[in-house]
């Protein structure tokens, strides 16, 4: 399966934008889609899992009540919606899909896409 990140942009502190991870050549592998996101300087960190049915979700503390994941298997599309957007949010955004994210691995990646939150 291929991954296609892509929504990111320049937004004002406190704008919003979605973020999208299509899988292209297959669906979604079980059991976990997310986004993580790495700014310069830092290490890559997740901010946010989705499982493959979407019965379950989790965020890192700092986006919680900012951002949603969703998935649409129909459209094998992942969608990060962010909200309330902070400059600290500005990063790369990668999402990936595997049995499992533990320790920040997956098997597949998407190709990153560039959120930029101006104060």
């Known amino acids: 399966v291929q991954l296609q990140a892509s929504g990111g942009g320049l937004v004002q502190a406190g704008g919003s934008l979605r973020l999208s991870c299509a899988a292209s050549?297959?669906?979604?592998?079980?059991?976990?889609v997310g986004w993580f996101r790495q700014a310069p300087g830092k290490e890559r960190e997740l901010v946010a899992v989705?499982?493959?049915?979407?019965?379950?979700?989790y965020y890192k503390d700092s986006v919680k009540g900012r951002f949603t994941i969703s998935i649409d298997n129909a459209r094998n599309t992942v969608l990060l919606q962010m909200n309330s957007l902070k400059p600290e949010d500005t990063a790369v955004y990668y999402c990936?899909?595997?049995?499992?994210?533990?320790?920040?691995?997956?098997?597949?990646w998407g190709q990153g896409t560039q959120v930029t939150v101006s104060s």
């Open positions: 050549g297959g669906t979604f592998v079980r059991y976990f």
């Open positions: 990936a899909n595997s049995a499992s994210l533990a320790g920040g691995k997956s098997d597949y």
């Open positions: 989705i499982s493959w049915d979407g019965s379950s979700t």
